[in-house]
Each structure stands twice: as structure tokens, then as C-alpha cells.
């Protein structure tokens, strides 16, 4: 037990160190970021700090999942002080479970109706907040997207997700059939990364390149796990962000129940919680993409969720209508 008790404090005593180092990262590379220093390092260093700013990004994701790592380990640790606690109550959760899967009613593969998902976004001591977040990266750097597939499932619904992060093609729609607007039709965008090429220039560089990996290890600062287990809140897409202060670190998105789902459906979800991934909040627009119950009829990248983007990386926190038709 004392053994336990020294190895959480010095795996606390390594988050701390790890954290301040991240906060002094994060300052220098904000500072290098200023005119005024660019142009002091061009004058007297006679190199580019554009690579030394990509290199204290590298850093800036290297740390931050080490950090993950500890908090994860620190976890692992204090559940097994609780263990006999848990033991004990043991049987009283396995009845409330029962009682959940009873009367939470999930909606079946192949129906039209609403997918609940959720969007959470924590700070690195585990705090959830709220307000604009975006992710602090390098011009044209790209993301690197993770597909864990432990559900195993076909390539086909892979091949979903990759369409819903890559593709370029866009899609044409009677505009009164979608987002309640009665004139004319509108174009959306099938994948985020088709969409995001139309953007201007903000404030802070708009992610507009991934590369899509599959690796088991954590790897990439979006990780995308296909899960065979069913959310017990009946939820089957969640978005959990870890930020310091407004800078997105990692994004972990996990999709329940993945193997009962259909292409579209992942699809769908994979969309709307990569938007969640990039920054946006959820909306109260019943029929826009970036509501928390996502309908798979309704789930393309509109015009209107790319200006909203474009507003939260120029530093304007969306309100909670956002790209509502009035």
C-alpha cells in the first residue's frame, strides 16, 4: 500500500513538471508566432523560425501525450486502492445496469432516427470548460487522424471514415428540403477536408490536411476508436478534447457500438464529430450537422458550419445558435 501511495505522488510530482513544461512551450512558441520576433530572428539568427516553431509544436504533442500517459497510470494506480470498495458494490451496479439497458430504448441500425452524441472538452488537470478552442498549429501542417478498430469492423465502413475526414466532393440540395431554407439549392461538402480548402485566412491557421493512420497504440492527435461496447447513457458517438488554456492538444472520439452501425451511419457521426474535433461547439439548429442528435439524412458540411469555423479561429466564441435559419 505504501509502495502504491509513493508511486502516485511521484508520477503527480512528473505530471507537474511535465505541465509547467507544456506552458512554457506553449508561451515561447507564442511569442516566436509575434511579428516583431520573427523579424529579430531572421535579422540576427539568419534562419526561418517557421522550423523552430514546428519543431516546439512536435515537442508541444510529444509532451502532451506523455502527460496522458501519467494521468492515465496515476488512474490505473488509485482504482486499485478502491478495488475492495468496488468489490463490495459491485452488485448494486450490475442491477442499475440492468435497469438502464431496460428503459434507455437505442435506436436500431438502418432508421432514420436521431444518434445521440456528446462533446466534452477537459483541461490537463481534467476540468471541463467551456468557450472557443482551436488548435494551434503551423500553416498547412497537417493533423495526423488514428482509426483504432477494435471492433473489427469491414473496410467499408473505413472507407466511411475516411470519406467523412477526406473527401472533396460536394453535394447539391434543394435548399427547402435542408436547414429550413426556402430558396434556391446549396452546396455541401461530403468530407472535412474538401470543405476546409475553401477557407480564408483567420487569426489562427484552420487545419485543412490529415493524414489517416491505423495504429492500436495511441498514436495522432485525433484518435478515432471503434468500440464494440454500448454507451450505457445511449449515447454512440462521444468527442472528448484535452486543451491548455484555448489550444486544442489531442481530441480522442469514440464510436460505440461500431459493428451494428451502418457505412452511413459512421459515417455521419464521424462528420459531426470531427467538427467537434476541429473546435465547434454543439447547436441548437435542429437540422444543421453540429447538433447533438445527428440525423444521417442531414449530415453534410454546410456553408454555414465553415463560416462559423472561420469566426471561432478569428477568436469569436460561438453562441449556442449558431448557423440557425431565422
Known sequence: MQARENSIKQLRSHLEHLTNELNKTTEYIQLLELQDEVKSKKDHLGFEPEQEIHELLQKQNMVSHEIILV????????????LKVELLILPIVVILLFFVAA?????????????????????????????FKYWNIGNHTPLVVNIENSAKVSNQKIQAIERAVMSTGTITVDGSQMYHSNSGTNKYFIGWQGALQVTSDTKHNIPERFNIIQSSNGEGQIVITLSTIKNHDGYYGITKTIVNGNHILK????????????????????????????????????????????????????????????????????????????
Open 71 to 82: 494521468k492515465k497510470r496515476i488512474q490505473k494506480l488509485s482504482a486499485k486502492a478502491i
Open 103 to 131: 428503459n434507455y430504448a437505442i435506436p436500431p441500425a438502418g432508421t432514420d432516427s436521431p444518434i445521440k452524441t456528446r462533446y466534452v472538452t477537459e483541461n490537463l488537470q481534467g476540468g471541463t470548460l467551456d468557450g
Open 251 to 326: 481530441v480522442f472520439i469514440t464510436i460505440y457500438d461500431a459493428s451494428n452501425l451502418t457505412d452511413t451511419q459512421i459515417g455521419s457521426m464521424v462528420r459531426h464529430e470531427f467538427g467537434h474535433a476541429l473546435g465547434l461547439p454543439s447547436t441548437s439548429n435542429t437540422e444543421d450537422l453540429m447538433r447533438e442528435s445527428i440525423s444521417t439524412d442531414h449530415s453534410y458540411i454546410s456553408e454555414c458550419d465553415i463560416d462559423a469555423l472561420q469566426k471561432l479561429y478569428n477568436g469569436t466564441k460561438l453562441s449556442a445558435d449558431f448557423c440557425n435559419i431565422t
